[in-house]
């Protein structure tokens, strides 16, 4: 314990190299500094951890470091669900939050206004968009949410008949062009996985417009594959 005094260099040393363990009369030991210390770099790096020191009017001050980890690496991901179809909102939200207590469906939504106006209030980080709703339709909502100081990562859901959308949708940043009958718990962790990739690079414009490239091509293959009919020029414009 401290007694208000501080310690010399060596009591301080053992601090953190030594095993302190508090014996009460029941034999149960405390953690100690030392294994915390351990925990910490085993968790964090070598470059975290606690240090200690005396500070200038007596005593021992331990202070400790850790890293703030970004939105990519912890932290609820948020997902916004929009489609004018009630059952296919509630199928979505129940595979996505299955996968993980990660994913957080913070709003459903039957059209792109009432969506664009929970944006403009709140930030959200992954987005799925119907095409075809009433009122405000799936590409002048992602036309709205250029306007917005976020970048979500935007999944559109589409019918087989949509594929005239798509050369709007890759102008419109969209990172995923995925057809309603294909939608599966495992492809739906897939796009969630590759949108926490997405969101780790939030803050360098550099490494987002690579990886939106990336995905635009993927898009284009796709899209070629399910509808030979299309060409690359003729869906890229």
Known sequence: TDDGVGGNAEEIRKLLMDSLEITRKDQV????VKNVQERLQLIFGKEYG??????QDGGICVTMRIPVLDKGEAGMVKILIIDDESITRQWIKKKVEDIS???????LFSNGRQAFEYCKKESVDVIFTDIRMSTMDGMEFLKNILRLDMHPYKVILSAYDEFQYAREAIKLGVHEFLLKPEITQSELKRILKDAQSYLATEGSDSAQGVFQSEKQREILRSLMDKNAVMTEEEISG
Do not use: F, K, L, R
């Not at 606690?50 to 500070?55: D, F, G, H, T």
């Not at 207590?101 to 709003?107: E, L, M, P």
């Open 50 to 55: 606690m240090a200690v020191e005396n500070v």
């Open 29 to 32: 030991s405390g953690i100690g």
């Open 101 to 107: 207590a990660d994913y957080s469906v913070v709003g």
